[in-house]
């Protein structure tokens, strides 16, 4: 043994673990003060100016493990292009698919970062190290995407000062990737040195397996427990489709289920004593296999079309007062709901009603931000309901007064028996006048 791995082995049972997670979870909260003060002395963007916080966790938590200047260098390159990854995420994504791709993605670069760590180490000192970062940093990368996705919609979180301003979900994100992550690579340099017996008792372990079968049980359980009801959990509605944002949920947990079994069934197929953890990745990837069907069997009449129906009822029931304060949302997107699935039936009348009820209310929530929704609009354009989507737009210009340039160009495109273009959304273009590609010629 050499002299350094002798220093290494006088350490505790958890020095390096404590020291890693401590380093890096005081240095993300020193630095997320540090930035909130010099955001408010200079008026700076906080969210660039925490930026800083990997390189320097790098730098702090690589001299935790032993006043290491390779390690210290590897980390804040990888944490600082981390960083930089997540500060370039622009659109805020309601679906939780995309909470499970940014946990894959940020999974991934955090096991590279872990590996490269653990080539600055002697020989005698590496050990599978690309996990140590790789878990936790997919959870990280998770928890970061809900709070700038769904938990930002679902809770109005850029209403609220303090939540809109600062840099929430990147402080979340480095505490749960830098605690969990040092503390992991901290704890495999511990267990270097535990007795061979500990050792193998660890090594028996199979916590891919449990997670797999806990992933299947949340997202049928939670699932049943709302869609039984007709709602969404945190209220995931994309577009005018619930059962899309139900079929959404079903297979996020499902290809998260499925990746854990996955991984646990390679353990086990590496260990021949790791039978108990064979069979719960078994039930784990059968519940991720229930899952999936479900998820496709609700996006499918008649499930589809009784979903979105009740989902709409419920909701212009509950807030049928109007003196309620989400009384013109739901009015707007309850028939918005209604309108599709009776599109779906191919019930022209009953599409052309509800479009145009949804247009009777005078407050839509967001509404200023987005315009109005022409997915209906557009359908029952291409039946031949011209009169009927000229009447929408106009009793558009009730809750979304700021877009009335907008709406006119295409209340006048319409009149002149062209296509308008409603992706183009443009309220001026530079020199006043309607944008070129605001119209279409009808084919």
Not at 158 to 163: A, D, R, W
Request: aromatic residues 10%; hydrophobic residues 45%; neutral net charge.
């Amino acid at each position: 043994m050499s002299a350094e791995l002798e220093l290494y082995a006088k350490a505790s049972k958890t020095r390096y673990a404590v020291h890693g997670a401590g380093a890096f979870g005081l240095t993300s909260l020193v630095v997320f003060g540090l930035s909130a003060w010099y955001a408010g002395a200079t008026g700076h963007s906080q969210v660039d100016t925490f930026l800083a916080v990997g390189p320097l966790c790098g730098i702090v938590v690589g001299f935790a493990y032993g006043h290491r200047l390779g390690l210290s260098i590897v980390l804040a390159i990888s944490f600082g292009l981390i960083g930089s990854m997540f500060i370039l995420q622009e659109g805020r994504s309601p679906l939780l698919i995309d909470v499970v791709f940014t946990g894959a993605v940020s999974a991934f670069v955090f096991w590279i970062a872990g590996g490269c760590a653990v080539l600055t180490l002697p020989s005698e000192l590496r050990f599978d190290g690309a996990k140590a970062f790789a878990i936790p940093g997919g959870l990280a990368g998770m928890a970061f995407q809900f709070l700038y996705g769904p938990a930002h919609s679902a809770f109005d979180l850029g209403k609220h000062s303090g939540l809109g301003e600062s840099p929430w979900e990147y402080l979340v994100m480095w505490l749960i990737a830098g605690i969990g992550g040092g503390w992991l690579f901290g704890a495999e340099l511990d267990r270097l040195y535990q007795p061979a017996e500990r050792k193998a008792e660890i090594g028996k372990r199979n916590s891919w397996a449990v997670a797999s079968v806990v992933c299947g049980i949340l997202g049928l359980g939670i699932g049943m427990l709302y869609f039984l009801r007709y709602r969404l959990p945190l209220g995931l509605l994309d577009g005018i489709s619930p059962a899309s944002g139900a079929a959404d949920w079903l297979w996020s947990w499902s290809l998260l289920g499925a990746v854990f079994a996955t991984f646990a069934l390679i353990q086990t197929f590496r260990n021949a004593e790791k039978q108990p953890g064979r069979s719960w990745a078994i039930v784990g990837i059968a519940l991720a296999a229930a899952l999936i069907f479900t998820s496709v069997r609700i996006v499918a009449n008649p499930w589809k079309t009784r979903f979105n129906t009740n989902y709409a009822a419920r909701l212009l029931g509950e807030h049928g007062d109007s003196g309620d304060s989400e009384h013109g949302n739901a009015v707007y997107t309850g028939n918005l709901i209604l309108a599709q699935a009776a599109l779906d039936n191919s019930d022209v009348a009953n599409a052309r009603r509800h479009l145009l009820e949804a247009a009777t209310t005078t407050a839509v929530r967001n509404i200023e931000e987005t315009g109005p929704d022409t997915s209906v609009a557009r359908a029952l354009l291409q039946r031949g309901e011209r009169d009927t989507v000229l009447e929408y737009l106009h009793r558009c210009h009730n809750f979304w007064p700021q877009g009335a340039p907008v709406l006119n160009r295409w209340e006048t495109a319409l009149r002149a028996g062209r296509q308008p273009n409603f992706n183009n959304r443009t309220i001026n273009a530079p020199d006043g006048s309607p944008p070129a590609n605001d119209v279409r010629r009808e084919p």
